[in-house]
């Protein structure tokens, strides 16, 4: 065993790239490093693979600290938890990467194979949780904290909210689970707790005998040709907004009359191109739009939009209320069924 005289009476090795060990038992060591540093490392076996675990420097860890934080290391040994984890889950809990914010970050983070959309999406739900506990240990957050804000939303009248905020909350759960963060999902517990939630459909013009004044008074808005161009290819071709406004000139080929392009929502799964027929109509509206954006990458390129360098979201859902169809039509809304 060691003693304080004999530690401080020790030599650094010289020429020696690996440092000299002492032995104070127990599977505790202090290596001497040429550079005249020391260090106090405890050896051990876990789920059998051999381990080290770092104690401290000496003199800054005495004698006495380093065989008491040995003590403490093999206790955890004894109870089945590595010393090594341990430690580094108490100082990611000192910087905070314990936390339900921490965590939710990293999750979305991951989530690289997700649509913008998607992403903002969840960043947008994921808010209200972290505003209500994003501070606090994740293994710290009860049922009933989750399901306080989701019924803070129900009292708005938001219940298709509530029922967002519980499931994107229960994948991060999950995910700090599947890290080794948590050990149970506080969201599973909620079943019930919640007000039943009916999805409703997108506001849309289904009436055969109704849909001809909506062709009509798209035909004869004052908007700009892009916002015209976009509504009527919606109205065509019964694709996702999302994916109607980012189409790009490359994907289109007006000698088979055809637009391919890989849906995000599948580009990073499936890879599987969607082929999109375009009809005579399809084709014309096309041609209107090429002299004006054709040299750009973008059918529906907008100067004023210099982040995404397409026209907005909003511009064709304004265009609807201005034409009179608002509550009545959405432009997701062409993809319903008439009757």
């Not at 005579?280 to 090429?290: D, H, N, S, T």
Request: aromatic residues 8%; charged residues 30%.
């Amino acid at each position: 065993m060691l003693t304080d005289s004999l530690i401080r009476k020790v030599k650094p090795p010289v020429d020696k790239k690996a440092p000299d060990r002492y032995n104070d038992g127990n599977g505790l060591y202090l290596h001497v490093f040429s550079s005249g540093g020391k260090r106090w490392i405890m050896d051990y076996r876990f789920e059998g693979k051999r381990k080290s675990y770092s104690i401290g420097t000496y003199p800054d860890v005495s004698l006495a600290q380093a065989r008491l934080k040995r003590d403490e290391a093999r206790k955890l040994l004894s109870e089945g938890v590595d010393p090594s984890k341990a430690k580094r889950e108490q100082k990611d809990i000192a910087d905070g990467k314990h936390t339900f914010r921490f965590i939710a970050e990293e999750w979305k983070a991951r989530r690289d194979d997700q649509s913008e959309s998607t992403r903002r999406s969840d960043k947008r739900v994921l808010q209200f949780a972290i505003d209500a506990f994003g501070d606090k240990p994740i293994d710290q957050i009860t049922p009933a904290m989750v399901v306080a804000v989701c019924q803070k939303e129900e009292q708005r009248g938001n219940n298709e909210q509530a029922h967002r905020i519980k499931i994107k909350c229960a994948q991060v759960f999950r995910y700090a689970i599947i890290t080794d963060r948590l050990q149970h999902n506080p969201a599973a517990d909620l079943r019930g707790a919640l007000k039943t939630y009916v999805p409703e459909h997108q506001p849309a013009v289904t009436d055969i005998k109704r849909l001809p004044a909506l062709l009509e008074a798209m035909d004869n808005d004052t908007g700009t040709l892009a916002t015209k161009c976009v509504l009527k290819l919606a109205s065509l071709l019964f694709v996702r907004h999302g994916e109607l406004r980012y189409a790009r000139w490359a994907d289109i080929d007006f000698e088979t009359a055809e637009w391919r392009y890989t849906p995000p929502k599948t580009q990073n799964k499936t890879q599987v191109a969607l082929i999109v027929p375009l009809a005579r109509q399809a084709v014309e509206i096309l041609k209107q739009l090429q002299p004006l954006t054709g040299k750009y990458e973008y059918v529906f390129h907008s100067h004023q939009a210099w982040k995404k360098g397409v026209i907005s979201d909003g511009a064709a859902t304004k265009a609807l209320h201005r034409m009179g169809f608002k509550g009545e039509q959405v432009v997701h809304g062409f993809r319903a069924k008439c009757i």
